[in-house]
């Protein structure tokens, strides 16, 4: 085995990606060593490199959301071994999934997941159904998705009809309705309608029931004023970037952060990993993006996260197959 291995890298801050050959990572104790089978792209990667996040500790290796093989295993590892399909966070992936659907997942249901289930404040504060019986238990609590068709709306949508939220009311371009009903939108509103038009009818399909939760998977700021709109007194406006908006009417802005290393997370999230998540996607009712296959393994990336930052990509995830490097 090579103890050399290619990497997609920024070499400095603001400096461009560039696939280098690194030294091959030697797993510890506790720690298995993954062959990365197909990796997916998250606005954060484009983000970093371009506005200079990240700290300043560099060359860094990007990358959040990952599916592979279990390549080699150290002591004291107990529940994987050699061969396991596996994707990021350390969960196996269900044989009716492929490489490619399972990338699109960790990020996306990580952060959908924390921003319902999670308790105050770094969360929605909902009971996560862990239990068939559980499931269903908010029927008849409308709640709002400001996004749909985005990787995070998708898996907020599935897990929130998983719960019994309805009427789920989403926003979103209106070519992806059949879809996003697919995945349990009852009714799916134009993005682009003017925000007095948009309340009139989310009111309506919400049959004048209060809209105590409204959760903002673009988080922009004028997606952010738009949930703050739309919540009844006392709601909850749950978002994924820095809040842009200031609470008003009692209302509530929960930003979420999804890392699974964060002490507050982390209890829910091994839940959903370990115990949760092979069965929800062996049932079907937590499905994976949709997703297209990036050309040139690594070396593709760079031209998708440019197609991503220009808000050229709507209702699929970008991938690519690190094995296909040239």
Request: proline share 7%; charged share 20%.
């Amino acid at each position: 085995m090579s103890d050399k291995q290619k990497a997609l890298v920024i070499q400095e801050k603001f400096g461009q990606f560039m696939v280098v050959e690194t030294d091959r990572y030697k797993p510890g104790a506790g720690e298995v060593l993954i062959k990365i089978q197909t990796v997916a792209l998250n606005p954060a990667d484009w983000k970093i490199q371009r506005r200079g996040l990240g700290g300043d500790d560099f060359p860094i290796i990007l990358g959040i959301d990952l599916a592979g093989d279990v390549e080699e295993v150290v002591e004291h590892v107990i529940e994987l071994k050699e061969g396991d399909r596996v994707f990021c966070q350390s969960q196996w992936i269900p044989p009716n999934l492929s490489y490619d659907e399972a990338a699109t997942l960790p990020v996306a249901l990580s952060t959908a997941y924390v921003g319902l289930f999670n308790q105050n404040p770094h969360g929605a504060g909902f009971s996560a159904p862990l239990t068939q019986a559980e499931e269903g238990k908010y029927a008849g609590e409308p709640l709002v998705v400001l996004g749909g068709a985005s990787s995070v709306g998708q898996l907020t949508i599935q897990l929130a009809e998983l719960a019994g939220f309805s009427p789920i009311i989403v926003t979103a371009s209106l070519k992806h309705t059949d879809f996003l009903k697919s995945l349990g939108a009852t009714f799916v509103l134009d993005r682009y309608l003017p925000l007095d038009a948009l309340k009139v009818e989310v009111e309506k399909a919400a049959a004048g029931k209060p809209i105590k939760i409204v959760y903002d998977a673009v988080s922009l700021e004028v997606t952010q004023q738009a949930g703050m709109a739309l919540l009844a007194p006392g709601g909850q406006l749950v978002i994924d970037l820095p809040p842009a908006v200031k609470a008003e009417d009692d209302k509530t802005i929960v930003p979420v952060l999804a890392g699974l290393r964060m002490q507050h997370n982390a209890t829910l999230l091994e839940t959903l990993y370990h115990d949760k998540i092979t069965g929800f996607l062996e049932r079907g009712v937590i499905k994976p993006n949709r997703f297209e296959v990036l050309p040139n393994g690594l070396a593709g990336i760079p031209d998708g996260l440019k197609r991503m930052e220009a808000d050229q990509i709507s209702g699929i995830k970008l991938v690519a197959h690190p094995p296909e490097t040239p």
